[in-house]
């Protein structure tokens, strides 16, 4: 940064001298005395020509000295942007919506790499041009009045520039929303491409569209239109004010106050005043753009996760595997209470089934076991460790799940299996899908494990899907499984082999099985059924049966519905 800073006041010095270099050649072909120290005309010409050289050489040392400053600092930022998006808790993440996050990161990152160039190498370089020339011209003419008309153009263009700029900046800000609801838009049909096939309505998608489209160019028109009155007015106004200096000048040479090379003087600083200015406007509405963009992934930098590590954290040690609710209370919302002083005790190495109609809270246990969400009451115990004492990251590395709905990368099969463990080995991944079930599914690929499975896995079937996940997480190796309806969305043949899958999974674990099918539970350890956030019954499949309380409805209902 430090080495940017010199060649860039070498850059601006050797530009200043430059004009100076040339009025002094035009003089000596005029006949005007010059300096003792000054070349001829030649040398001078030379001299001018070395300078213009120099000035671009400093410049393009600055634009590649600065270049690792920019780039790393924009490689840190993004990162961080990730980093913190991933610590977000999952009630963020539920409502986030992912086309207009991925602009506001985009934006982000882009306004701060525009504001460290142009901060640096725009504004203070002007700034720092502005004051040489000032001291230039007053050296060589030694007239306040070249002083007073060049100040005065300046602050009536700032002025001018400032005040349309920051009636663009509310227009720019009104078309970027437009922009990100477009963009959202786009990216959430494309997202749900199927449905929007079951319903025919692409012709409806496409008028969302369309219409979030409208509003864009609506306010990019308006950005449009005024951009070109700002580029008028500032070609006005700079004009008016080289015209004036120039007339000065002139006026000045036809009294014998001053040479023609002073003319060429007066000319080439106005010039090299009027480009940086010519581009002030278009620097200070993209430093002002830069800020709205930087505010909103600011904004989202100080979103804070409901869900943080105790500042004392330790890490979670696993003796055997044993879980514990104890008097737990949790509601979403304030208003609808999910679960009601729930108490279960599940002992390391058995199955437990939790079952009930939906909206009693099962998928509620597995989040607040794995930490989604703080319990509101009561406390969550571990091998007798409070998981709010432990940090995130043990408490992931110590239990897998198997979701309803296994969500795959859009990269191969291997990639996808082996990423339950980073050290796996390919003989382990493997071992997994054998494990899993899928192995021999895989094998009669064209590519076998280098099969690319597409965005969300879109190209396996939901049982394939399913066994890539189920492979996964046993490559983890966790000592707790939580299995949050794992087979609910499959056929009952497919979900028979899943089954048998998930149960040798199970093998030597605490698994915690939360199933809306009863037929996938009968041989838990123990089954809990839950009713309106409290466990109303417990048992073996066979008690639970002979007490001819809830779950027996449930089964017989369940029954029934296959019968038919």
Known sequence: ??????????????????????????????????????????????????????????????????????????RRLALETFQHIHRLSMSFHITRKTGGLSRIIERGVKGVEFLLRYLVFSIGPLVLELVLIGAAIFWKLQDWRYIGIILTTISVYVWFTFAITEWRVKLRRKMNEQDTDANQKAIDSLLNFETVKYFGAASREAARYDEAMAGYEAAALKTSYTLTFLNFGQAVLITVGLVVVMLLAAVGVQAGELSIGDFVLVNAYMIQITMPLNFLGTVYREIRQALVDMRQMFDLLDEPPDVQDRLKASQLQIARGSVKFEEVSFSYDQKRPILKNLSIDIPAGQTIAIVGPSGSGKSTIGRLLFRFYDVNGGAVFIDGQDVRDVTQDSLHRFIGVVPQDTVLFNDTIYYNIAYGRE??????????????????????????????????????????????????????????????????????????EIQEALERAGQGRTVITIAHRLSTVQKADRILVLEKGTVVETGTHNELLEQNGRYLDLWTLQRSEQAA
């Open 1 to 74: 940064m430090v080495l940017a800073l010199l060649a860039l006041v070498a850059a601006k010095c050797f530009a200043i001298l430059s004009p100076i270099l040339q009025a002094w050649a035009v003089d000596d072909l005029a006949g005007s005395r010059l300096p003792e120290f000054a070349l001829g005309a030649i040398g001078l010409t030379i001299a001018y020509g070395m300078a213009r050289i120099a000035t671009n050489g400093f410049q393009q040392a600055r634009d590649a000295l600065f270049a690792k400053v920019a780039q790393r600092a924009l």
């Open 423 to 496: 050290s796996a080995t390919r003989n382990e991944v493997i071992e997994a899908a054998k494990n899993a079930q899928i192995h021999d599914f895989i094998m009669l690929l064209p590519d076998r494990y280098e099969t690319r499975v597409g965005e969300r896995g879109l190209k396996l079937s939901g049982g394939e899907k399913q066994r890539v996940g189920i492979a996964r997480t046993l490559l983890k190796d966790p000592p707790i499984l939580l299995l949050d309806e794992a087979t609910s969305a499959l056929d009952s043949e497919t979900e028979h």
